[in-house]
């Protein structure tokens, strides 16, 4: 039987003392060198708590202790096994109270004994970004905002600000408008992923902590001295480590806050070499990169990899890959592969991906090398995949 915190439906301000219990419970008065071996024999019928002791003091006595069972076992005799009840009949049983208060429960548990009678979900969950919490209320839920923050903030320490978004993210920098609900306003925060720093502006910029495993799986795919495109860069989840690891990396990102929080990140990993930045159209940018690289290597390089990380609408900047390589001697087997992270709602979604991907591009993609890589479900029916294959001579030298 577990211990249930008092209801408050429809609580819309934190009164905390509102969430003080009193339980009471049997109690088997033991002397104190009895009550190991009790515990030992009585496992299954001791309170057994979440931080709550199930051995307390005896109030004045110094000889005894009180050993609490279940909440259930209202009749030791009914409810103990002939062996175990031989062990205490001797014993006295008293009755005894115990209180617990806000503290004591869980963010679920306070937040389910406010919402409304019939909310099938909780609204306890929220992604940490530094001292950051992002939390994504349902419209239901906003009538509860402030509480379910302040919460949220007094339950886990290293949470300064909560924070809800209020629109869409904007699909051109790629940050939304959000709403401090508690705590500090400081929106700049710094954080470690994947062995490196990064430091930025979370109204400004788009950070998902979600998308660590992806960071580092497609970093996992770089060996030391490849060539590396970031066309989406962001402030440099991919770009950043891909350098620490020897890769040669050009990165961009079309939002200025974000280009700014790379050459931070940049400098705070004391990296002083092997990346170049930029603050342009992804479109631009990668025939731009291509361009450069040709020039600093004397036509001898080609990048080994794009990484595309624009999942609402990185597949739209794909034709700029249409001729990219017009004119130049280049082995089908030297031409990148391309990782383009996009969403879908198919129930086919290889095959939608692979459709959209091809009318982008005006042809086929190498299906040889072609992998479709689930990343995470976003929302109901809505799914984040990452397409990988090599770009095909037909596209790259049309």
Same mark, same amino acid.
């Given at each position: 039987?577990?211990?249930?915190?008092?209801?408050? *439906?429809?609580?819309?301000?934190?009164?905390?003392?509102?969430?003080?219990?009193?339980?009471?419970?049997?109690?088997?008065?033991?002397?104190?060198?009895?009550?190991?071996?009790?515990?030992?024999?009585?496992?299954?019928?001791?309170?057994?708590?979440?931080?709550?002791?199930?051995?307390?003091?005896?109030?004045?006595?110094?000889?005894?202790?009180?050993?609490?069972?279940?909440?259930?076992?209202?009749?030791?005799?009914?409810?103990?096994?002939?062996?175990?009840?031989?062990?205490?009949?001797?014993?006295?049983?008293?009755?005894?109270?115990?209180?617990?208060?806000?503290?004591?429960?869980?963010?679920?548990?306070?937040?389910?004994?406010?919402?409304?009678?019939?909310?099938?979900?909780?609204?306890?969950?929220?992604?940490?970004?530094? !001292?950051?919490?992002?939390?994504?209320?349902?419209?239901?839920?906003?009538?509860?905002?402030?509480?379910?923050?302040?919460?949220?903030?007094?339950?886990?320490?290293?949470?300064?600000?909560?924070? @809800?978004?209020?629109?869409?993210?904007?699909? %051109?920098?790629?940050?939304?408008?959000?709403?401090?609900?508690?705590?500090?306003?400081?929106?700049?925060?710094?954080?470690?992923? $994947?062995?490196?720093?990064? *430091?930025?502006?979370?109204?400004?910029?788009?950070? $998902?902590?979600?998308?660590?495993?992806? !960071?580092?799986?497609?970093?996992?795919?770089?060996?030391?001295?490849?060539?590396?495109?970031?066309?989406?860069?962001?402030?440099?989840?991919?770009?950043?480590?891909?350098?620490?690891?020897?890769?040669?990396?050009?990165? $961009?990102?079309? @939002?200025?806050?974000?280009?700014?929080?790379?050459?931070?990140?940049?400098?705070?990993?004391?990296?002083?070499?092997?990346?170049?930045?930029?603050?342009?159209?992804?479109?631009?940018?990668?025939?731009?990169?291509?361009?450069?690289?040709?020039?600093?290597? $004397?036509?001898?390089? %080609?990048?080994?990899?794009?990484?595309?990380?624009?999942?609402?609408?990185?597949?739209?900047?794909?034709?700029?890959?249409?001729?990219?390589?017009?004119?130049?001697?280049?082995?089908?087997?030297?031409?990148?592969?391309?990782?383009? !992270?996009?969403?879908?709602?198919?129930?086919?979604?290889?095959?939608?991906?692979?459709?959209?991907?091809?009318?982008?591009?005006?042809?086929?993609?190498?299906?040889?090398?072609?992998?479709? !890589?689930?990343?995470?479900?976003?929302?109901?029916?809505?799914?984040?995949?990452?397409?990988?294959?090599?770009?095909?001579?037909?596209?790259?030298?049309?």
């Amino acid at each position: 039987m577990s211990l249930t915190p008092p209801q408050n *439906r429809g609580m819309t301000a934190l009164d905390r003392d509102a969430f003080k219990k009193t339980f009471t419970t049997l109690a088997i008065r033991a002397p104190n060198q009895l009550v190991k071996p009790l515990m030992t024999e009585l496992e299954d019928e001791l309170l057994n708590q979440p931080r709550i002791r199930s051995v307390v003091s005896d109030g004045t006595q110094t000889d005894t202790k009180l050993i609490l069972l279940r909440l259930d076992i209202k009749d030791v005799k009914e409810s103990f096994s002939d062996s175990k009840f031989d062990l205490i009949k001797q014993l006295d049983i008293v009755e005894h109270d115990f209180e617990v208060d806000y503290d004591y429960w869980t963010t679920e548990q306070i937040l389910y004994s406010v919402m409304p009678e019939g909310d099938a979900e909780t609204p306890s969950s929220f992604t940490t970004t530094g !001292h950051i919490a992002h939390v994504n209320l349902k419209e239901e839920n906003m009538p509860f905002k402030g509480l379910i923050a302040q919460v949220i903030l007094d339950k886990n320490k290293k949470i300064k600000s909560v924070v @809800n978004k209020t629109n869409q993210i904007d699909n %051109t920098y790629r940050n939304f408008q959000m709403e401090v609900l508690a705590g500090d306003d400081n929106m700049i925060t710094e954080l470690k992923e $994947n062995d490196c720093k990064f *430091r930025f502006d979370f109204s400004k910029v788009y950070w $998902n902590s979600r998308l660590q495993a992806e !960071h580092r799986r497609l970093v996992g795919l770089f060996k030391k001295g490849d060539y590396i495109c970031d066309v989406m860069a962001g402030v440099g989840p991919f770009s950043i480590p891909a350098v620490k690891k020897g890769a040669v990396v050009y990165a $961009n990102d079309l @939002n200025p806050a974000s280009y700014a929080s790379l050459c931070d990140n940049i400098r705070l990993n004391k990296i002083n070499q092997g990346i170049k930045t930029y603050n342009m159209d992804g479109r631009a940018f990668i025939k731009q990169a291509v361009q450069d690289l040709s020039i600093e290597t $004397n036509g001898d390089r %080609t990048f080994d990899h794009f990484i595309m990380n624009l999942p609402a609408t990185a597949i739209e900047f794909l034709d700029a890959f249409k001729g990219i390589y017009n004119g130049r001697n280049i082995s089908s087997d030297r031409l990148p592969m391309i990782h383009c !992270h996009c969403f879908t709602r198919s129930s086919d979604p290889l095959q939608d991906i692979e459709q959209r991907v091809c009318q982008i591009m005006g042809g086929p993609i190498d299906k040889a090398s072609c992998h479709l !890589h689930w990343v995470r479900t976003v929302a109901p029916k809505k799914d984040m995949y990452c397409i990988s294959f090599r770009l095909g001579p037909d596209i790259a030298f049309s």
